[in-house]
């Protein structure tokens, strides 16, 4: 029954910014470390950023530190990822779930794409 829907996604130009949404559901949210993935074309997933159960500690790929900023709200059940800056190295489709157990159920993901 766990289940993420991602949502935010778009184009934009290079610089720009997007916020991208995760909303959960089958677990208890708030126990959970969790991060978003992205995945480009012929590439394998990789991690983006990590955020702890209560957010209190954030870890970002190298890539994307300082630009990007990971957050979530236990009680809408919520994660979020606001992307500034934007480079054509982002152009993926953007996924959320748990850092250690990583459920099976991924969402449909949401697509970035940034393109001038």
């Known amino acids: 029954q766990v289940q993420f829907v991602e949502s935010g996604g778009g184009l934009v130009q290079p610089g720009g910014s997007l916020r991208l949404s995760c909303t959960a559901s089958g677990f208890t949210f708030s126990i959970y470390p969790m991060s978003w993935y992205r995945q480009a074309p012929g590439k394998e997933r990789e991690l983006v950023a990590t955020?702890?159960?209560?957010?209190?500690?954030?870890n970002y790929a190298d890539s994307v530190k300082g630009r990007f900023t990971i957050s979530r709200d236990n009680v809408k059940n919520t994660m979020y990822l606001q992307m500034n800056s934007l480079k054509f190295e982002d152009t993926a489709v953007y996924y959320c779930?748990?850092?250690?157990?990583?459920?099976?159920?991924w969402g449909q993901g949401t697509q970035v794409t940034i393109s001038s």
């Open positions: 779930n748990h850092r250690y157990s990583v459920s099976n159920s």
């Open positions: 955020i702890s159960n209560y957010g209190r500690v954030t």
